[in-house]
T-cell receptor
Framework: GAGVSQSPSNKVTEKGKDVELRCDPI?????LYWYRQSLGQGLEFLIYFQGNSAPDKSGLPSDRFSAERTGGSVSTLTIQRTQQEDSAVYLC?????????????FGPGTRLTVL | DQQVKQNSPSLSVQEGRISILNCDYT??????FLWYKKYPAEGPTFLIS?????DKNEDGRFTVFLNKSAKHLSLHIVPSQPGDSAVYFCAASLGGSQGNLIFGKGTKLSVKP
């Protein structure tokens, strides 16, 4: 079956502009996660969804970052007034459910470059 | 403060030999550990996992060992193949109501023919 997909694969934007990143999880997966990987770093957790609600937003770095999920499926991560330090690969993952140990399956990521 | 540490940024191994990737953690509440492999320009791919109630899990050429008293886990790949060359990430989960994974910074493995 289809894996996690993300779009766009690459995004170059100017400082101060808003960007939207999209994630389509594996069908039937109720849990969805956003991470980002900055150059030379490990994956940093941003937010996770169980269904359409986000029990844990603790990883969002600032109020310029927001995310939503609709219909228990597609999620969008929005970054407002982008800054150069937002440049990173943004990765989405999904799993059957959260709240128990479960394998997360990752999409290919969106590489965001803020000039 | 890093809760999951991979202290070797890189490792080079000859084809056919064993690769051993190490990972240390600080939080004794972690109850599930995973290894992911990542090729350039791709997302991480799940490799193998282990629950904290076990000390070993094996899947083909890949074996993960967990030493809870030392807060240490390792991934053994034997025999190593050139296609195993990638960045390997160790990740840990607190389980319960928190589903997110906490990742190490990764170890780049190079397997030379």
């Amino acid at each position: 079956g289809a894996g996690v997909s993300q779009s766009p694969s690459n995004k170059v934007t100017e400082k101060g502009k808003d960007v939207e990143l999209r994630c389509d999880p594996i069908s039937g997966h109720t849990a969805l996660y956003w991470y980002r990987q900055s150059l030379g770093q490990g994956l940093e957790f941003l937010i996770y969804f169980q269904g359409n609600s986000a029990p844990d937003k603790s990883g969002l770095p600032s109020d310029r970052f927001s995310a939503e999920r609709t219909g228990g499926s597609v999620s969008t991560l929005t970054i407002q007034r982008t800054q150069q330090e937002d440049s990173a690969v943004y990765l989405c993952a999904s799993s059957l459910q959260s709240g128990r140990p479960d394998t997360q399956y990752f999409g290919p990521g969106t590489r965001l470059t803020v000039l | 403060d890093q809760q999951v540490k991979q202290n070797s940024p890189s490792l080079s191994v000859q084809e056919g030999r064993i690769s051993i990737l190490n990972c240390d953690y600080t939080n004794s509440m972690f109850d599930y550990f995973l290894w992911y492999k990542k090729y350039p320009a791709e997302g991480p791919t799940f490799l193998i996992s282990i629950s904290s109630i076990k000390d070993k899990n094996e899947d083909g050429r890949f074996t993960v060992f967990l030493n809870k008293s030392a807060k240490h886990l390792s991934l053994h790949i034997v025999p190593s193949q050139p296609g195993d060359s990638a960045v390997y990430f160790c990740a840990a989960s607190l389980g319960g109501s928190q589903g997110n994974l906490i990742f190490g910074k990764g170890t780049k493995l190079s397997v030379k023919p």
